[in-house]
């Protein structure tokens, strides 16, 4: 195939892959947009390989990413086009690990059968090393299209990354099968179907919990402004005197201030006695730095954001130019090191902030062992970006560690997607984008372990890495010693 013509054909299935995610749930469009790429890089030179897999890697990313220059040009000023060109950036420095996977693979391995089944630990490989280095950045990792399908019976075992692999391994399957390889297109296209012959239930029910999950639907340019302060005050409260649950749950940051700034009586006004408040503030100081928590009103307890985002809560070296360009308020946070979940109603919650929830190794130690989480709590803000792709896109993560952990996920959100998830993922409820109010929802707490929870809370990543390490060397050697 012409140069020109294989990389067109590289950026269009990279456009497939995006359209796998929520909200269309394709889950089969990413199984074959990674079969095209991989028929793609069967025979391409180390050079073209690499180019094909960051073109791929940019048309998914960058059509999968596009909301974020909303909040660089909506909200921070920047112009359109320098947004847009700090979003092309990131895709193109997040599609580099692709391109430096399929690189290797067609160095290492030559054409034919051996670089196809290579290219399945590279692609792991990849994958991993995009969630783990540089403070992490998996948005959309390809195994997240596998919330529904056949290939979400194996998230209790192997996990996100896990699917990612056993993904590629069905594409490179059907390459085999054009190929009319059946000996090798058989056992790839039936391993990553095997997992519905699994043990599938884990966990047990812990009795039932009445939440209360607030959005108020706070326009972000009114979110920071101090003549808006309190009208939005009045707002929450409001919200508050209608919630009905055992406990009320807000969205991250609904008190855009530090607590120790705020007059006593802010917090007496949205207190409420008769059930406890999840309150999304900042608490620390400026000495100290601000951390964005979590604070019970009514309870002794707090939880601050571990996982901080790149940009939007902390400053990567050599970037405060770029950050002080869009004048984004609380733009360099502390870390909180308080995690352990929070024991309310018979039930122990574990919250998560925003983009927390992204990572579930993080916060695996938090549902094995006596003391685990029974139910996982996100709040967000997801203002910034407006409401297209980006609600679908976090809401169907808390799916993903839903089913990881086999834990119901309740989510409060300042305009979307609040809802309720029970323990296999399922949207049991959910308020409309924008809509002022607050959802009600009965969760039943679980507590058990799946075995993706306990080897992820022992070794953390280690086994995948290990795995796709020692899958890719054996195939390189093989193919050379032959």
């Known amino acids: ?6 990389l ?28 095209g790429l991989f028929g793609l890089t069967l025979q391409a030179t180390p050079r073209r390989a ?11 990313l960058a059509s999968g990413l596009w909301w974020l220059h909303i909040s660089m040009h909506q909200f921070g000023g920047i112009p359109w086009l320098a947004a847009a060109g700090a979003v092309a950036l990131l895709a193109a420095f997040l599609a580099s690990y692709y391109a430096l996977a399929l690189h290797l693979t067609a160095r290492l391995v030559a054409p034919g059968r051996a670089r196809l089944l290579a290219l399945v630990p590279a692609w792991l490989l990849a994958e991993l090393a995009r969630a783990s280095w540089f403070s992490g950045f998996p948005w959309i990792a390809s ?15 192997v996990g996100v990354y896990g699917i990612s692999a056993l993904a590629a391994l069905a594409a490179a399957g059907l390459v085999l099968l054009a ?7 058989l056992p790839a296209l039936a391993l990553p179907l095997a997992g519905a012959l699994l043990p599938q239930d884990f966990t047990e029910a812990t009795g039932p919990l009445k939440v209360s999950l607030v959005q108020p639907s706070i326009a972000q340019d009114q979110k920071f402004d101090p003549a808006r302060f309190e009208a939005n005050l009045q707002t929450l409260a409001g919200l508050i005197d209608d919630s009905r649950g055992q406990v009320v749950i807000t969205p991250e940051s609904v008190l855009p201030l530090p607590l120790a700034e705020l007059d006593p009586a802010v917090l007496r006004h949205l207190s409420r006695p008769e059930r406890p408040v999840l309150l999304g503030s900042f608490l620390g100081d400026a000495d100290q730095g601000f951390v964005n928590s979590l604070v019970a009103l009514g309870a002794n307890y707090h939880y601050g954001k571990h996982h901080l985002l790149p940009f939007g809560e902390f400053i990567p070296p050599g970037f405060g130019w770029f950050v002080r360009w869009m004048n984004i308020p609380m733009d360099d946070q502390a870390r909180g090191d308080h995690q352990r979940p929070w024991v309310v109603a018979g039930q122990r919650l ?8 992204l990572f579930g190794e993080d916060f695996a130690a938090s549902v094995v062992g ?3 989480a029974t139910v996982l709590v996100n709040v967000s803000n997801l203002a910034w970006f407006g409401t297209v792709m980006v609600l679908d896109q976090h809401l169907q993560f808390s799916q993903m560690r839903a089913l990881e952990f086999q834990r119901p996920f309740v989510r409060a959100t300042n305009t979307g997607a609040t809802a309720a998830l029970d323990h296999h993922g399922r949207v049991t409820a959910r308020l409309p984008a924008l809509a002022r109010g607050v959802l009600e929802v009965t969760v039943e707490g679980r ?3 799946t075995p993706y929870a306990r080897w992820l809370a022992a070794w953390g990543l280690a086994p995948l890495w290990a795995l796709g390490l020692a899958g890719f060397a054996l195939i390189a050697w093989r193919r050379r010693a032959g």
């Open 179 to 185: 190929r009319r390889d059946w000996r090798l297109a």
């Open 447 to 449: 507590r058990g372990s």
């Open 8 to 35: 067109t054909a590289a950026l269009g299935a990279g456009l497939l892959h995006t359209a796998a995610f929520a909200p269309t749930d394709a889950w089969w469009a990413q199984i074959l947009a990674l079969a």
């Open 143 to 157: 195994g997240y299209a596998h919330t529904v399908g056949p290939l979400a019976a194996w998230a209790p075992w």
């Open 50 to 60: 690499a180019l094909l897999g960051g073109v791929f890697g940019f048309g998914w």
């Open 370 to 372: 006596a003391d685990a």
């Open 1 to 6: 195939m012409r140069r020109g013509l294989a």
């Open 350 to 357: 574990r919250p998560l902030i925003c983009y927390e929830d």
